[in-house]
């Protein structure tokens, strides 16, 4: 069993209580938002330093996806320490700090390549596209966005599969011959939905 999900405290209080024996990953996709994070604070300047940053945090990247955390951590401490001086860099010190700190403490949940070669997934965005995770409460993060109608589908499928009804629910189908649209159903947006009623 493996356990994915991002830095909340509240979900790996849960995973320990109801999940302890699982694999742990904090998904990898933050993470990368945390190495871009770092790079504006290392690489911070103008708009000449842009390739800078683009070929720093892809190096990290990798690094990370290839389960060195440590090495991550290591450079972005390396960077904390180093005497720049000047405006905002307070600043600078503290956010190379925290994601440091961040990468140190969830240092377990990092073990990205680990994963890989055991074929398992190590983002929650392929969770997300397969089951409805709490998305479906209208969250504003542009790739967890659901319509009521297929949030609907996909909670009545969620339901069958739950109850042990995915046998009964194919033979329904072939039973009914059921076709699938050659274009998907355009989704109505919340907006939408909200308009009509009113």
Request: charged share 30%.
């Amino acid at each position: 069993m493996l356990f994915i999900a991002d830095g909340a405290e509240v979900l790996w209080s849960l995973q320990q209580e109801f999940f302890p024996d699982a694999d742990v990953c904090l998904g990898l996709v933050p993470r990368r938002r945390e190495a871009r994070k770092a790079g504006k604070a290392i690489c911070r300047g103008t708009r000449r330093e842009r390739q800078h940053l683009e070929a720093w945090v892809a190096e990290q990247k990798r690094s990370l996806r290839h389960g060195k955390h440590a090495e991550v951590a290591a450079v972005i401490e390396r960077a904390r320490s180093d005497p720049v001086t000047g405006p905002g860099n307070k600043y600078r010190r503290e956010v190379l700090a925290e994601v440091a700190a961040h990468l140190r403490k969830n240092a377990a949940r990092l073990e990205y390549s680990r994963l890989r070669r055991q074929d398992l997934d190590i983002s929650s965005g392929i969770i997300e596209g397969r089951y409805v995770t709490s998305s479906v409460s209208g969250s504003t993060a542009p790739a967890c966005r659901w319509s009521r109608d297929r949030a609907e589908a996909v909670l009545q499928l969620r339901c069958v599969l739950i109850n042990g009804l995915w046998g009964d629910f194919e033979q329904f189908l072939g039973a009914r011959r059921v076709r699938l649209a050659a274009q998907p159903v355009p989704t109505r947006t919340h907006d939408a939905v909200l308009k009509k009623a009113a």
